[in-house]
């Protein structure tokens, strides 16, 4: 792999995972603090866990939106990249090896195709 792909996906790496770690501690600070909603002032006491949290916590669309639907977006993105990268790793062979492979494969191919050749020649001579 070239140097400039590896820092790319170092630094998208990098990016990720702060994403990742924000959205998880944003939502897990948003579960563990909401009041119980069957309280006639939860919302104000929502809003007393800081302006963030507590419009999370009033506000579940934007929630769903800013924070959850991210995590799996990057998770698909992460899954699909590694079907990808899996599908299309490299062989391990050099060139010269593939090269030995294919020639060894070609001279059995005729040997193979001499002998149909040969078979076919024997039997229409016995009929």
Not at 8 to 29: D, K, N, Q, T, Y
Request: charged share 30%; net charge negative.
């Amino acid at each position: 792999m070239e140097k400039k792909t590896k820092i790319r996906l170092f630094a998208a790496g990098a990016i990720e995972l702060v994403i990742v770690v924000f959205c998880l501690v944003v939502s897990i600070w948003v579960m563990a603090t909401i009041a119980d909603p069957n309280l006639p002032n939860h919302e104000e006491l929502n809003m007393r866990n800081g302006p963030l949290i507590g419009w999370f916590q009033n506000n579940s669309t934007p929630f769903f939106l800013i924070i959850v639907l991210p995590l799996f977006i990057i998770l698909a993105i992460d899954v699909i990249y590694l079907i990808v990268f899996a599908t299309k790793r490299e062989s391990s062979l050099s060139a010269t090896e593939r090269e030995a492979i294919e020639e060894q494969a070609k001279r059995e191919a005729r040997e193979e195709v001499l002998r149909e050749m040969q078979e076919e020649a024997k039997k229409e001579k016995k009929e």
